[in-house]
C-alpha cells in the first residue's frame, strides 16, 4: 500500500472518489481516507472547497474544472496526467462530484488506467440524484407510486443523438418509473416537449439546484410547465430535475410542516 508516500522509481495508484454532492459530511469515510492519503488530487469543479481541505498538507492540487455548458480541460489530458503522476510513484485520488460511475466519466477512466498498466481503485459517493430528492424528505422508489428508477443524462456528447425521450417517456408510464434527470436544465424545453409523448402533462416534477449544499434550493411544478417554471424560477446549473409520482408527496408534506428532512 501506498500510505500517502510519493515512491519514486515504481507506479503508483489511482484512486477515483467520489466527493458525494457537495456536504462534507456526505462523504464515507473511506472517501475521506483516500483523500488523507493523496500525494495529488485532481479535482472537478464540482468539488467544494471544504472537501479538498481534507488533503493532506503536502498534497498536490490540481483542479480539473469539468462543468457541462463550460470550458473544461480536456478528457484526454486529464487522463494523461493521471498516468504521468502514477508512474511518478504519487498515490494519485481523482476526486469527484457524486459518483464516479454515475456520469462521472468514471469509466472511461478505469479503461484508459489499466491500460497503461495501473493499478485502479474505486470509491463511491453518493449521486446528486439521491441526495437531491433525499434533501425533499421524497423517495425515488415507493410501492405506491414508483417501482423503479432511471438515471438518465440530459446532455449528449457532440454528434450522438441521446437519449430517446419518447421511448423512456413511455416506459417510465408503463412500468411506473421516476425519472432522474442529469444535466437537463439547458435542455429543458426539448426535453419537457419529448416526454409530453408519453407522460401526462400532469406528472409532478421537482428541480433542484445545488443539491445539499447551503445555497440548495428547488422548485415544483408539472411537466406540462416544466421549461416555464425552470425560467422563473431563475434556476441553473448544476442542477438535478425528478419526474414522478413521488413528487407528489411534496404537496402532503407542504400540508405537514413537521415531515421528515434530510439530515
Given at each position: 500500500?501506498?500510505?500517502?508516500?510519493?515512491?519514486?522509481?515504481m507506479n503508483g495508484k489511482c484512486t477515483l472518489v467520489g466527493a458525494g454532492p457537495g456536504d462534507p459530511e456526505l462523504l464515507t469515510l473511506k472517501a475521506l481516507k483516500a483523500i488523507q492519503r493523496a500525494t495529488v488530487l485532481f479535482v472537478d469543479d464540482l468539488v467544494s472547497d471544504e472537501i479538498v481541505a481534507f488533503a493532506a498538507p503536502g498534497a498536490r492540487i490540481v483542479h480539473v474544472g469539468k462543468r457541462g455548458g463550460c470550458k473544461s480541460t480536456p478528457q484526454a489530458f486529464i487522463e494523461k496526467l493521471m498516468v504521468m503522476a502514477a508512474r511518478e510513484g504519487e498515490n494519485v485520488v481523482r476526486l469527484?462530484?457524486?459518483?464516479?460511475?454515475?456520469?462521472?466519466?468514471?469509466?472511461?477512466?478505469v479503461e484508459h488506467l489499466r491500460a497503461a498498466g495501473l493499478e485502479v481503485e474505486i470509491v463511491n459517493g453518493i449521486t446528486a440524484g439521491l441526495a437531491a430528492v433525499?434533501?425533499?424528505?421524497?423517495?425515488?422508489?415507493?410501492?405506491?407510486h414508483a417501482h423503479g428508477v432511471v438515471f438518465v443524462t440530459g446532455?449528449?456528447?457532440?454528434?450522438?443523438?441521446?437519449?430517446?425521450?419518447?421511448?423512456?417517456a413511455a416506459t417510465a408510464h408503463s412500468a411506473r418509473l421516476t425519472l432522474v434527470i442529469y444535466m437537463g436544465v439547458s435542455g429543458a424545453g426539448r426535453i419537457q416537449t419529448e416526454l409530453l409523448t408519453?407522460?401526462?402533462?400532469?406528472?409532478?416534477?421537482?428541480?433542484?439546484?445545488?443539491?445539499?449544499?447551503?445555497?440548495?434550493?428547488?422548485?415544483?411544478?408539472?411537466?406540462?410547465?416544466?421549461?416555464?417554471?425552470?425560467?422563473?424560477?431563475?434556476?441553473?446549473?448544476?442542477?438535478?430535475?425528478?419526474?414522478?409520482?413521488?413528487i407528489?408527496?411534496?404537496?402532503?408534506?407542504?400540508?405537514?410542516?413537521?415531515?421528515?428532512r434530510a439530515a
Open positions: 500500500m501506498n500510505n500517502g508516500k510519493h515512491n519514486p522509481g469527484k462530484g457524486g459518483d464516479p460511475f454515475i456520469f462521472g466519466r468514471g469509466g472511461e477512466e433525499t434533501s425533499l424528505g421524497v423517495p425515488l422508489t415507493h410501492r405506491e446532455h449528449a456528447k457532440p454528434g450522438d443523438a441521446g437519449t430517446d425521450w419518447p421511448a423512456l408519453g407522460l401526462p402533462a400532469a406528472t409532478p416534477v421537482a428541480v433542484i439546484q445545488n443539491a445539499s449544499l447551503p445555497t440548495q434550493r428547488h422548485i415544483t411544478t408539472t411537466l406540462g410547465a416544466l421549461a416555464g417554471a425552470i425560467e422563473a424560477g431563475g434556476l441553473a446549473s448544476p442542477s438535478i430535475i425528478v419526474v414522478g409520482d413521488v407528489a408527496s411534496l404537496a402532503l408534506a407542504a400540508a405537514h410542516p413537521a415531515s421528515v
